[in-house]
Structures are given as C-alpha cells and as structure tokens.
C-alpha cells in the first residue's frame, strides 16, 4: 500500500508478521514541499582516468627525451665538425677564397657588394645567405648587422612593388592554391598590428623567403606593416647568419696560423653553435604554431559569418 501525506511517501508492506513495516522516502532538504526535482542538466566533468595520466606523463617524458637527444646531437656534431671537418675545407675551401676576398676588394666595396647581393638576390630568386655570412666575416655584428638590414629593407620593397603589376596574376595563383595560400592571406587580415603580426611569424617559419616577396601585395597587406614585420623577423635569421660567419673566420685564422683552438673557445664556439641552432629551432615551432593557430580562428571566424 502505498500513501503519500504531506511530502512524505510511505510504502506498506504486507507479511505475515503482524507488525507493520514502513519504508520512508523523504524529500531532500532544500527542496519545498511538493515540489518536483528537476533533472541536472549541467554535465558532469568527466572523470579522469589513471590510464590518461600515464598517457599524458609518457608522452611529456617522450618529448623532453627528443629534446635532450637533439642537443646530444648537435654537441656531438659540433665537435667532430670542429676537430675534423672544420680545418679540411678551411685549408682547401674557405681560407683560398678569403685570401681572394681580401687581396681584390677594399672594405668599401666589400661593403658595396654585400648590400647590392643582399637587396636584389632575393629578387631574382638567388640564395643571399651567403652574402650574410661574408658579412659576418668581415665586419662583426655591428656593421654587419647594419648592411644585412639595409639590404633586406631594399630587398623586400623592390618585389612588394614589383608584384603589384602583376596582381591579376598572382591573385589567380593563389585561387589555384587555397591551401598554401590561405597561411599567406593571414598577413592581410585584420588592422595595422594583426597584419605587422602575421608577416613576422612568416618571416620566422620556413616560409619560402622569395616567394613571398612577391605574394604579399596580393594578400592587400599595407606596406608599412609588411616591412616592419619583415624587418623584426628576419633579426634571428640575420644573427644566426652573422654568428655563422665569425666563426668561420675563427676557425679559418686557428687554420691559417697553424695553431688550435683553446679549449675555452672550443667550449664557447660549440656552445653558441648549438644554442643558436636550438633558438632558431624552437622559435620556428613556436612561429608556425602560432600561424596554426591564427589560421584556425580565421577559418572558425568564417564559418559564422
């Protein structure tokens, strides 16, 4: 028999026993008299399991076993360049070209050519990589820097402009190939800073350098943010360049004088070589992530236009 008084429900049951039993279902505390609970509807966090947690801790040792293994390389790399590599075409290679370099040209027009190289090289779709490390080589990173910049400002400008006869074209071109372009249209997204952003972060991943010269001014990115933009992210790239070239010439005058490097300048040259290898490596994955990411909300802010 079942009764219902007042909010509380009480079930009889019958036995043989001549004694009433009662089963008392009361109402949970809070809740008003006769009132209906609801369902929840919020949804419970799901649990986490302990096979998730150890999935997670493998995959982070994993990735930091990576890590130690690359600077195990390098190092060991490193090394063997230095010790045997190194001196072999410092003697046949590098040391008959900087005693060409230097008994042809004067540090002026040594100056000249390496800002021509690198201000229209890339025009013409030819590496200027190499200029950058004569750069390094003869002047350090003060002037170095200085003519590296400087070119690059030119070198940038000249193909942005140039491009802009050709916009018909390029716009086709970039159509034929909406997945390769649509990192490229980034830069001309959103105000000044988004566009100054976006061109550093592709100055920075691996993005053909050249290419994008030309396909800038068909992305309707602004100038002005397109050449800051390249500017600040072409300063790794330039600093690694420079840092190349020193340490050739270090290593080409140990060569050229007979005598070897000082295990404190091993050490330093060694261990600049690797950390720069290192930087550029994580700040070119932390470049093209962040273009992932920028790529992905400009594709989210599409679907709900």
């Given at each position: ?21 009662y089963v008392i279902m009361t109402t949970p505390e809070g809740l008003a008299d ?272």
């Amino acid at each position: 028999m079942h009764d219902n008084n007042a909010g509380i429900s009480r079930l009889k049951v019958g036995f043989e026993d001549p004694k009433p039993d009662y089963v008392i279902m009361t109402t949970p505390e809070g809740l008003a008299d006769g009132a209906v609970m609801a369902p929840s509807t919020s949804p419970s966090p799901p649990p986490t399991s302990s096979s998730e947690n150890c999935t997670s801790f493998w995959w982070s040792l994993w990735w930091w076993g990576k890590i130690v293994f690359v600077f195990i390389f390098l190092a060991i790399f490193a090394i063997c360049f230095f010790v045997w590599i190194g001196p072999f075409l410092m003697d046949k290679e590098v040391i008959p070209v900087l005693n060409w370099e230097t008994n042809t040209f004067s540090k002026p027009m040594l100056a000249v050519m390496i800002f021509a190289s690198v201000a229209l090289f890339p025009s013409i779709f030819l590496p200027s990589t190499p200029s950058m490390w004569v750069a390094g080589m003869s002047f350090g990173y003060g002037l170095g820097f200085l003519l590296i910049i400087g070119g690059v400002t030119i070198g940038v400008s000249l193909p942005y402009f140039f491009g802009s006869l050709f916009y018909r074209k390029i716009q086709g071109w970039l159509e034929r190939y909406p997945k390769k372009a649509s990192i490229i249209r980034l830069a001309g997204e959103g105000d000044w800073y988004d566009q100054f952003r976006a061109v550093m972060l592709l100055r920075i991943s691996p993005f053909p350098y050249a290419v994008y010269n030309y396909c800038a001014v068909a992305t309707d990115v602004k100038f002005v943010p397109y050449l800051f933009g390249t500017l600040v992210g072409m300063v790794p790239e330039i600093l690694v360049a420079i840092y190349t070239g020193i340490m050739i010439r270090t290593l080409a005058d140990a060569s050229h004088d007979n005598r070897s490097l000082t295990t404190l300048q091993i050490v330093f040259t060694v261990g600049g070589f690797v950390l720069t290898i290192a930087t550029t490596v994580v700040v070119t994955v932390y470049a093209k992530k962040r273009l992932s990411e920028l790529q992905k909300d400009e594709e989210q802010l599409l679907l709900l236009q």
